[in-house]
Every structure is written in structure tokens, then in C-alpha cells.
């Protein structure tokens, strides 16, 4: 069955620095892959969405890349600020109108 | 723009008694999706829509139906409550172009007891 793999165990690194989250996939060849932030008690918001024949993308302080090789998406933040400090949700295509959700991973950015 | 409003936030069932959880969107999206979410495990997809009129199933349907009669609505019904559905429920909903992101609501918290 088709499985989504992230880090369970929380990322913590120094305000300024890059933080860098993955998510692996197996089982399956997903079309696109997008990227979510989820804060406590809300639901999740859309960041970014990268396709099968793209390598990279990137939105302002993030950077996205999709490896369909290694069947891994790599999610940066760069100069990452207190504020940056929440969960990332991996979401690759399950078919055209679905999505299939990793558990994410938790982003502790410190001062 | 309110975008997608889900209702009621939180609710506690006892075992066996029936509910539905509303979901609505005001964006004019032709895909819904009813998404439950427990600790240390992803969301996972129990029904979606991809149009009025139109629903099918997700990865984990079992004790739940869903209705969507109006494009902006989205319905989610328990029949028979049981303590394994205590979970956040979210719901979500996208244009008809898949370049673009889900537009989450903010949850429903269920408890059955």
C-alpha cells in the first residue's frame, strides 16, 4: 500500500539557521507533492506544490524538491525565524483527485 | 471571504447516539473532502466529493456517510457513534484545478464516550 514516511521525532534548530524536513514515499509514483503548515488546533495551510518534472521549487524563505528516484521531497527554510515554529505535513498525489498525508513533523525554532 | 467553515468545533457523543458535522465552503470549489486526524498518524481521507451530487470513498469510510446536495456543502454523518471515531475531524475543499492547495476548515473535535 502506498506509505508516507517524516522524521516522527521533532526538529529543533537555532533561529537563523536552515532547517531542512523529509518526506520519503513508497509504493507508488505520485504526479505532485505539496507541503503544508499546521499550527495547534488549526487546520493545515497550503505552502507549496512541486510536480513529477520539477526539481526544485521555491516561495520567498522556502525551497521544495522532488526527487523521483529516491521517491523524497527535501522541504528548506532558510534564515528560519521563532514564527516558523510549527508542524509540516508532506502530501503527495494518490490519484488525480486525492491526496495522501504523512504524519508529519514537528519544526521548534529557537531564539 | 470566510473560506471553509466547519460546525460545530467540539461535540461529545455517547456511544451509539448519531451526529453530522457540516462543513461549507464559499469559494465556489467543485472538490470536497471530509479528512479525520488522530495522534502520530496523518490525516486520512474517509469520503470526498468532486462535485454537487457526486461522493466516493476514501481510505477509511466504514461508519461514516457523507451528502453533498449543495455545491458549497458537505456533509458528515455518523450513524452509530463509537468510541473509535473519537478523532479531529477536517474538511477541505479545492477548485477544479489540481495546481492549486486544499483550503482546510479548522476542525471539529469529537469525543465519543
Known amino acids: 500500500s502506498q506509505k508516507i514516511e517524516q522524521n516522527s521525532e521533532a526538529l529543533n534548530i537555532q533561529e537563523g539557521k536552515t532547517a531542512t524536513l523529509t518526506c520519503n514515499y513508497t509504493?507508488?509514483?505520485?504526479?505532485?507533492l505539496q507541503w503544508y503548515r499546521q499550527d495547534p488546533g488549526r487546520g493545515p495551510v497550503f505552502l507549496l506544490l512541486?510536480?513529477?518534472?520539477?526539481k526544485e521549487k521555491r516561495k520567498e524563505r522556502l525551497k521544495v524538491t522532488f526527487d523521483t528516484t529516491l521517491k523524497q521531497s527535501l522541504f528548506h527554510i532558510t534564515a528560519s525565524q521563532p514564527a516558523d515554529s510549527a508542524t509540516y505535513l508532506c502530501?503527495?498525489?494518490?490519484?488525480?483527485?486525492?491526496?495522501?498525508f504523512g504524519a508529519g513533523t514537528r519544526l521548534a525554532v529557537h531564539p | 471571504n470566510a473560506g471553509v467553515t466547519q460546525t460545530p468545533k467540539f461535540r461529545v457523543l455517547k456511544t451509539g447516539q448519531s451526529m453530522t458535522l457540516l462543513c461549507a465552503q464559499d469559494?465556489?470549489?467543485?472538490?470536497m473532502y471530509w479528512y479525520r486526524q488522530d495522534p502520530g498518524m496523518g490525516l486520512r481521507l474517509i469520503h470526498y466529493?468532486?462535485?454537487?451530487?457526486?461522493?466516493a470513498k476514501g481510505e477509511v469510510p466504514d461508519g461514516y456517510n457523507v451528502s453533498r446536495l449543495k455545491k458549497q456543502n458537505f456533509l458528515l454523518g455518523l450513524e452509530s457513534a463509537a468510541p473509535s471515531q473519537t478523532s479531529v475531524y477536517f474538511c477541505?475543499?479545492?477548485?477544479?484545478?489540481?495546481?492549486?492547495?486544499?483550503?482546510f476548515g479548522s476542525g471539529t473535535r469529537l469525543t465519543v464516550v
Open positions: 509504493n507508488y509514483s505520485p504526479a505532485y
Open positions: 502530501a503527495p498525489s494518490g490519484g488525480y483527485n486525492k491526496l495522501i
Open positions: 466529493s468532486v462535485g454537487e451530487g457526486t461522493t
Open positions: 469559494m465556489n470549489h467543485e472538490y
Open positions: 512541486i510536480r513529477e518534472n520539477e
Open positions: 477541505a475543499s479545492r477548485t477544479g484545478n489540481p495546481n492549486y492547495g486544499y483550503t
